[in-house]
């Protein structure tokens, strides 16, 4: 029921911020127990979880990202986002919105977006 979907610029300068959008449907982000991530996928690579906010807001971040990345929603509009800072060619990737509801076994994904980062 829960839909998700990714927006936001496809290329991104290296030392500039990334920054994407994920708009939801069918499921409210202050909705008791749910957890809203950004994880993505480099080329060849795995799927790397980068942090997520719940449903009170509150932040949770990969210690590897902690220093770059912020997450933050709007209520109102019922959009989550993700921003990036200072990318190299190395944050290169698919980027994926998720939902996750605490004790539940169901995860619903946006279809992803394609981060390319050159100058």
């Known amino acids: 029921q829960v839909q998700l979907q990714e927006s936001g610029p496809g290329l991104v300068k290296p030392s500039e911020t990334l920054s994407l959008t994920c708009t939801v449907s069918g499921g409210s982000l202050t909705t008791s127990g749910y957890y809203w991530s950004w994880i993505r996928q480099p080329p060849g690579k795995a799927l790397e979880w980068m942090g997520a906010?719940?449903?009170?807001?509150?932040?949770y971040y990969s210690p590897s990202l902690k220093s770059r990345i912020s997450i933050s929603r709007d209520t109102s509009k019922n959009h989550f986002s993700l921003q990036l800072s200072s990318v190299t060619p190395e944050d290169t990737a698919v980027y994926y919105c998720?939902?996750?509801?605490?004790?539940?076994?169901?995860?619903?994904w946006g279809q992803g977006t394609q981060v390319t980062v050159s100058s």
């Open positions: 906010i719940s449903s009170s807001g509150s932040n």
């Open positions: 998720a939902s996750t509801f605490s004790g539940s076994t169901q995860d619903y």
